[in-house]
């Protein structure tokens, strides 16, 4: 009897390692990232710590219990996923171990749900660590939205490190992907008059542009056209709550959206590929709009909320300068 309680424990046991050691599945709860985890033998609040690379005085309140209450063989406990220990951009320290962490795609669940689900990780890195060319998702797929941060000399898991691919610059990848010729030499996009509203087309000679030299003429884009994105966003917008930011914009010229209606910006905190609404508070006019990426680092980005492409600085009746916006999204 003895031998038989013996091998059922040591089973139990292999059995617990080998599930720690596989794949870790991201838990969500009311919005609160985590990861499940089954007590071993021998393990406690500091080692689990040190395992996920977390203080136990997190562990313990997030399992609604005290560290004073000891763990049990067999526990199940919910490990929560901090800024500490998840990261979603960059390598790992020569100290740390990045261990991919994995969500289960949903039935029509898109790159910019997924997103949104995990602290707005930049879609570009989400193609960049799963290696894909295009938006398209398996449903029931095992998807990388991060990685565990853990330190090599303490943690077991550090084993299964990884070193993640590097992703392209969001706002170059995506223009090359998704929007080739939009962002193409600043010296060719169109200009916008103050007073009128309407449009002066630039005289390129070879590497030189003479701006202003040539006759207006009208807005390319008809009144009142708020853009070609102006569907998708209402689909991103199903069944959830929208958000907003106001702030200065300024504009990048761009090649896209004089006839397509297809208008762009670049601005921090949103991930690219998302859509978003634009709104002049000067005018109340919109348009909507794709990211792009980031607002590019320089003197002339300081104070700035985002930069729009040419067209939609156009369509909202704005000239060449710094004006109040409001973006939803």
Wanted: with cysteine; net charge positive.
């Amino acid at each position: 009897m003895q031998k038989i309680l013996v091998f059922c424990m040591t089973l139990f046991l292999l059995t617990a390692v080998e599930g720690q050691s596989q794949q870790l599945w991201i838990q969500q709860d009311g919005g609160k990232l985590y990861l499940d985890h089954t007590v071993a033998a021998k393990e406690n609040w500091y080692s689990v710590g040190r395992m996920y690379n977390i203080s136990p005085k997190e562990i313990a309140p997030f399992n609604q219990t005290g560290m004073e209450q000891p763990l049990s063989i067999g526990q199940k406990l919910r490990i929560p996923l901090t800024e500490a220990n998840m990261s979603t951009q960059g390598s790992p320290a020569g100290d740390e171990a990045f261990i991919p962490l994995y969500h289960k795609v949903k039935e029509k669940e898109t790159l910019y749900r997924i997103s949104l689900t995990y602290n707005k990780v930049p879609v570009e890195q989400l193609r960049s660590w799963n290696k894909l060319k295009g938006n398209e998702t398996a449903a029931g797929a095992p998807f990388i939205v991060g990685f565990l941060r853990v330190k090599k000399e303490s943690s077991p898991l550090a084993g299964g490190g990884v070193t993640p691919p590097p992703a392209a610059s969001a706002a170059t990848k995506t223009a090359v992907a998704e929007t080739p010729a939009q962002v193409k030499n600043v010296a060719a996009a169109p200009s916008v008059s103050a007073s009128s509203g309407t449009v002066h087309a630039p005289v390129s000679s070879g590497q030189t542009t003479v701006a202003d030299r040539t006759p207006t003429r009208t807005l390319p884009v008809a009144p009142g056209t708020e853009g070609a994105f102006a569907g998708l966003y209402a689909d991103y917008m199903k069944g959830r709550k929208s958000k907003s930011m106001n702030g200065l914009s300024s504009y990048f010229k761009s090649t896209s959206g004089w006839k397509d209606g297809r208008y762009y910006v670049l601005v921090n905190g949103i991930p690219s590929g998302s859509i978003v609404k634009l709104t002049a508070s000067a005018n109340g006019r919109v348009v909507y709009a794709k990211v792009l990426g980031e607002i590019p680092p320089g003197k002339e980005s300081e104070g700035l909320l985002c930069r729009i492409s040419s067209a939609g600085l156009a369509q909202l009746q704005l000239a060449e300068g710094k004006h109040d916006v409001v973006i939803d999204y």
